[in-house]
């Protein structure tokens, strides 16, 4: 398949898909973000972000660094994964501590922003979780995260840097 522009690829998606968008550090992750949001607009799909290890802010203010208006982005529903910086509309919360990520709290917290409503759900910060969990949780993790393959209330898109496993 060739594709001609971003907003031909997300027309690929199809609900219940996981994407993984890998990328090297000097990609500015931040802007195929913001396209992606406003493809999802475009159709009138809700978005709810999942922020790990405050990822989000840092998008936040490379796109402002851009001149993009960030203000429609600062009110999308944003699940907070572990981090200390409450930006934009966290409307949940999922700790992570040195061992493990509570998956039952973020199932929990993701059914009651969704309401099993189809939604785009980017995750942001994803190579993180290489960064901060053992070898065995790592492992639970992505076992975890393979139970939402297929769940058709969704479009997930990990967006995770390269190279930093």
């Known amino acids: ?25 000097e990609f500015p992750s931040e802007v195929l973000f913001s396209k992606l949001l406003v493809w999802a607009e475009d159709r009138g799909i809700p978005v709810v972000v999942d922020d790990v290890l405050d990822t989000f802010p840092q998008y936040l203010s490379r ?3 851009r001149a993009v208006n960030v203000e429609g982005i600062s009110s999308i529903p944003i699940i907070k994964i572990g981090g200390n910086w409450k930006v934009g509309n966290v409307v949940g919360s999922v700790d992570v ?10 199932e929990r917290a993701y059914a009651e922003i969704t309401g099993r409503e189809f ?9 993180k979780f290489f960064l901060n969990l ?32």
Request: aromatic content about 12%; some cysteine; overall charge positive.
């Open 1 to 25: 398949m060739v594709v001609k522009d971003v907003f031909s690829l997300f027309s690929c998606l199809h609900p219940g898909e996981t994407v993984l968008v890998e990328y090297p550090s």
């Open 119 to 127: 939604v785009l759900n980017p995750v942001l910060g994803f190579h």
């Open 63 to 65: 796109l402002e660094l």
């Open 97 to 106: 501590d040195k061992h493990s990520l509570g998956t039952e709290y973020y």
């Open 134 to 165: 053992p070898n065995r949780e790592l492992l639970r993790l992505i076992r975890n995260i393979s139970t939402f393959v297929g769940k058709r209330d969704r479009v997930a898109v990990y967006f995770s840097q390269r190279g930093r496993r």
